[in-house]
Each structure stands twice: as C-alpha cells, then as structure tokens.
C-alpha cells in the first residue's frame, strides 16, 4: 500500500526545536520529491520546502530559511522536517506528500507551540 | 515570493455549476505552473483533485474539471454534489517547478 506515515503530536515550549518524520511505504522513495506543507489552524495551506532523497538537494521558502531542515534516511524510507526557534505561530500541522500528481499524502502531525 | 489569489467564498446551488479561479501576481497562469487543484474537508488531509491543469487523480469526480481560463487556472464543477462542500486550494510551480504557492483557498458551500 502507497502511502506516507508521520510522526505523532508534539508539544513544544517557544525556542525549542522540532523533527517530524515520513516514512514511505510501497513505492520508490529515492524517486520521487518530498514536498512538506503546514496549515495553522482555521488557515490556508502553507508550503515550506522539498527534499530530493536520492541527492539530499533541498529549497526551502525564504521565509524559513534558517530554521528548517529536510533530511532524509534513504536505508528506511524516511524524510524529516526540522524547525529549530518555535514560536507560537508555528503551531500548526505539517504534512509531507509526494510530488508528482501529489496524490500521496502523510496523515498530518500536530506541533504545538506554548509555554 | 509570488501571490496567488483564490475567491474567498463561493456558493453553488445543489445540480448547479461553479468555477473557482487561481490567478498569479506574476502575470498570467500558464501550463508552466502546472496547476494544482486540492479539496479539504474539515480534519482531513487535502486531497488532489487535479493536476498539471487538467489532470485528474483515479479518485477525483468526473463532475470536476481543470483548465486554463482568461489567464487564470479555473476549476468547474459541474452538477455539485452536497459532499463537494469543502475548502479548495489552488497550488503553482514557478522557477520550473523549484518554488511552489499555495493560494488562499475557496471555501464552496453547497445550498
């Protein structure tokens, strides 16, 4: 079965870091781009980067360069997110899908930023 | 970073028919943004509907369509359905598929 399988909820005080992992299922990793999206709640959808497994080749949105991190761990079919200086706006949950048709996506994983 | 731009709201009538748009700051929507059209329910993950413009997933509705439309990127739905009410985002490529957008979404209600 295709699919794409993340990493449970997290609670994080601000200034902390966060990894949320993907792990991919019944397909190719090393294939295909992994995208990562977040949306914050009650808002739209937010794309922040993809990472190219096969390489490592990573682009990020300006917007958080600096704090996030794509890696990934071809031997487990494994993408990561990382965000290091959370704030409360980064509360929100992110999602990994698979690119090309995007028709793969993980279940989502809920970061929440509070003191 | 570019803008791409979504009606906030739209509402349909039961059997009717509605086009939801997807413009860009940068000029018009091309086949070179591949678009991208994603349906989201309330807890749900989004959902592809269409790509590359007017491509459709195994799951998407035929009553669902994409083009290209006076310079926009247009999704029509064509006799709604009441499960079609959900939020809709529209997503461009640009640098060839380097950097993407999301736009704001449409929130379709069907009544």
């Known amino acids: 079965q295709v699919q794409l399988m993340q990493s449970g909820a997290e609670v994080k005080k601000p200034g902390a870091s966060v990894k949320v992992s993907c792990k991919a299922s019944g397909f190719t990793f090393t294939g295909y781009y992994i995208h990562w999206v977040r949306q914050a709640p009650g808002q739209g959808l937010e794309w922040m980067g993809w990472i190219k497994p096969d390489s490592g080749g990573t682009n990020y949105v300006q917007k958080f360069q600096g704090r996030v991190t794509m890696t990934s761990d071809t031997s487990i079919s494994t993408a990561y997110m990382d965000l290091t200086g959370l704030r409360s706006d980064d509360t929100a949950v992110y999602y990994c899908?698979?690119?090309?048709?995007?028709?793969?996506w993980g279940q989502g994983t809920m970061v929440t930023v509070s003191s | 970073q570019a803008v791409v731009t979504q009606e906030p709201s739209l509402t349909v009538s039961p059997g009717g028919t509605v086009t939801l748009t997807c413009g860009s700051s940068t000029g018009a929507v091309t086949s070179g943004h591949y678009p991208y059209w994603f349906q989201q329910k309330p807890g749900q993950a989004p959902r592809t509907l269409i790509y590359d413009t007017s491509n459709k997933q195994s799951w998407t509705p035929a009553r669902f369509s994409g083009s290209l439309l006076g310079g926009k990127a247009a999704l029509t739905l064509s006799g709604a359905q009441p499960e079609d009410e959900a939020d809709y985002y529209c997503f461009l490529a640009y640098g060839g598929g380097r950097n993407w957008v999301f736009g704001g979404g449409t929130k379709l209600t069907v009544v």
């Open positions: 899908a698979r690119d090309r048709g995007w028709g793969v």
